[in-house]
Structures are given as C-alpha cells and as structure tokens.
C-alpha cells in the first residue's frame, strides 16, 4: 500500500477543518447509520423463484419502451431472451435498479399466471417501500432521491465501518495536504464542490438506477487532483506499506504526478471495465466526476497564484 502523506500529521493544529470533516463523517455514522440494517435480501424477490419472474417481468416492460429508451439501456440487457431462465435472473437483478420500473411496476399489464403475478406485485410493494425506508435511500444520492440536501448528505455518509474508515484515511491525509497548501476555505470548497461534482458523474453513469450512492470517495477524489495539480512540479512525500518489518514501511518522496497512475488512471480502467449498474459496488464514475472538478480547481489555484506572484513582484 502506497499513499500520499504531504504533512506531518502530528501538527494537527494547522488542520482545523480536516479535523473538523473528519469528526462530522464519524459522528454521522455513529449516531445514524452504525446500527442500520445491511440489505433486504430477506424479500421473496431475492429468491431464485421470485428474481427470475422479476427479470421476465421486466423484459415484458422493456418491450413497452420507446425505442430511443431501449437504446440507452446496455447492451447486454438489449441482447436479452425471454427464454432463458439464467438470463432473466440477472435481468431480475438488473430490474431491482431501475428507478423508473421500481415506481411503475406495480401498475404494469403483464403476460402470464395472474395470480402469480398478482402475488409478486404484492411483495415488490413492499420491497419499495422497505427499500425507501432504509437510511441509505434518504441520505444517499439516487435518481430517485436527489433533493437538494441529498447532494451534501451522501458525502457524509457510509454504508459500513470499513467504508467509512478507509475513507477516512485519505481524508486526513490529503484533507491536511490541501489545508496546508490552500486555506481552510478551498478545501471546504474541494470537497463539497468535489462532491456535487461527483455526484453528476454518478447520476450520468446509472441513466435511471435507483441504488444510492453514499460515502466521501468523490470529494476526495477532488481533493487528490487538486493537489496533483497545485503542486505538479514538487516532490511529495508518500507513506509506504509492505509489512510490519523493518525497512518494509516508513515514507518516501516521489514525483506528485505518482497521484495519476496510482489513483486517478485506476478509477478510469475499473470505469471503463464495469458494466452499467453491476460491479464491486463503488462508484467509479463519482471519483471520475470529483476528479475533474479537482483538476479544474488546482489549475484555479495555480493561476491564482501565479498572478499574485506578479502582482507583488510589479513595480
């Protein structure tokens, strides 16, 4: 493991607001989402019976699509065939993140057993409303729920300790980098700004998937850029991790551009290599978004800079 760690992490007293970010992002969980319910995989429509009648459900919807709708959707959901069971259980998967058909499905004219299909809208009701129940859907960032507040909720919250903490580390680190560097103000501006940023990146990927997005991964993917270019032409220190032997951890300093491959290239690659709405779960397109606004915002500050510098030297 291989970090950036520009600071001296024992001078926190120049870092107010990292410290101050920091505590909010443990604070939130603690009180809000520590004790929150994981998932709703215990729902009928989680079972293979119930999944695979989701999926044919959904094929029946997609055939009712405009066909500029169809279109938008991947294109291995356009491939789909209605008589392949194996291929309807993904697409049931599939359908369970489509905000459009969670709000109209229950409505829906379906070929088939009624009184089956009766019996699935039934629990796919409540499937809806226990899923708008959980604290990850009001807080997060979804196209079904992306009121205002939600754009800045979702950078303080995390759906588990280990979200949550490895998402801390990077905050302090490059929190305290970009502090140092700019003032308290631009880093608050990095990272809620980051955020909103990140958050569009996320929206335009899902097209209309309804799993919320939630965690601090943008913002700090801004805070990286921003720093990567603000400090382009300087050696950063980086704290290293092999082992706890000796010699197999301590710092190095490398070129900042090491942020690049390191980070900004591998959100990309697993970008490009995730297909719509499937995946590890994270957001690659959020750190994407949050990535551009940081490098938008480091040229900013290099600008700024630069013309204060001449400002000064001028006779």
Request: some cysteine; aromatic content about 14%; overall charge neutral.
């Amino acid at each position: 493991m291989i970090i950036p760690c520009p600071e001296d992490l024992k001078q926190y007293q120049r870092f107010p607001l990292t410290i101050t970010l920091t505590f909010l992002n443990v604070f939130i969980f603690i009180l809000i989402f520590s004790g929150a319910k994981a998932d709703l995989t215990d729902s009928k429509l989680f079972e293979v019976e119930g999944m695979t009648l989701t999926g044919r459900l959904y094929y029946q919807y997609l055939q009712t699509l405009p066909a500029d709708s169809l279109a938008k959707s991947p294109e291995w959901v356009q491939k789909m065939s209605s008589s392949n069971s194996e291929q309807m259980t993904i697409l049931g998967a599939y359908a369970l993140r489509d905000a459009k058909f969670l709000e109209t499905a229950e409505v829906g004219t379906y070929r088939g057993d009624q009184v089956q299909i009766a019996s699935w809208k039934k629990d796919f009701k409540k499937f809806r409303t226990e899923y708008k129940e959980q604290l990850m859907f009001r807080f997060g960032l979804s196209s079904l729920e992306k009121g205002p507040l939600s754009w800045i909720t979702y950078q303080f919250s995390h759906s588990n300790w280990m979200h949550l903490l490895s998402n801390l580390m990077f905050l302090i680190v490059m929190g305290a980098a970009v502090e140092a560097l700019a003032g308290s103000t631009a880093l608050l501006v990095v990272y809620l700004f980051g955020g909103i940023a990140g958050g569009l990146g996320f929206l335009w990927s899902q097209g209309h998937g309804a799993i919320p997005m939630v965690g601090a991964s943008a913002s700090i993917s801004a805070l990286l850029a921003f720093y990567c270019v603000a400090q382009v032409k300087r050696k950063t220190r980086y704290m290293f991790f092999v082992s706890p032997m000796p010699e197999h951890y301590g710092f190095i300093y490398l070129p900042t551009l090491m942020i690049i491959p390191l980070f900004l290239v591998t959100d990309l690659a697993s970008f490009w290599a995730t297909p719509e709405g499937l995946g590890s779960g994270v957001a690659y397109a959020a750190h994407l978004g949050g990535s551009v606004f940081g490098i938008l915002g480091g040229f900013a500050f290099r600008e700024g800079i630069g013309t204060a510098t001449n400002s000064l030297t001028e006779p």
